[in-house]
């Protein structure tokens, strides 16, 4: 069994920067930020592959920056808003990462309990 540890949330200030961690016990070919907002749809953050190569989602505007080594996901998020609250999760496959436009949840077979980011104004 997979598991995925997710670490780093925190309250910040509209402007703020967090750096959120992920560890899991195997190597997956693809990792993956996701975030759920109270009352919404989980949404898709940004991938990080093994071989360095990473995506994101457009509303990430260049203010997060995901990176991966070996079996350690991180997320660096900057200028943040208090639209980005919400708990980050962790999600991990055996596979090569979705394209974009099929980067949906169900994508990802391993999941974190997730970590809890809270932006005030």
């Known amino acids: 069994q997979v598991q995925l540890v997710e670490s780093g949330g925190g309250s910040v200030q509209t402007g703020g920067s967090l750096r959120l961690s992920c560890e899991t016990t195997?190597?997956?070919?693809?990792m993956a930020w996701f975030r759920q907002a109270p009352g919404m749809e989980r949404e898709w953050v940004g991938t990080?592959?093994?071989?360095?190569r990473t995506q994101y989602a457009d509303f990430v505007k260049g203010r997060f920056t995901v990176s991966r080594h070996s079996r350690k996901l991180y997320l660096q998020m900057s200028s943040l808003k208090p639209e980005d609250t919400g708990m980050y999760f962790c999600?991990?496959?055996?596979?090569?990462?979705?394209?974009?436009?099929?980067?949906?949840?169900?994508?990802?077979?391993?999941w974190g309990q997730g970590t809890q980011v809270t932006v005030s104004s």
């Open positions: 990080g592959e093994g071989d360095g």
């Open positions: 999600a991990a496959r055996f596979a090569p990462c979705p394209n974009i436009r099929t980067m949906t949840s169900s994508a990802f077979a391993f």
């Open positions: 195997a190597d997956p070919y693809c």
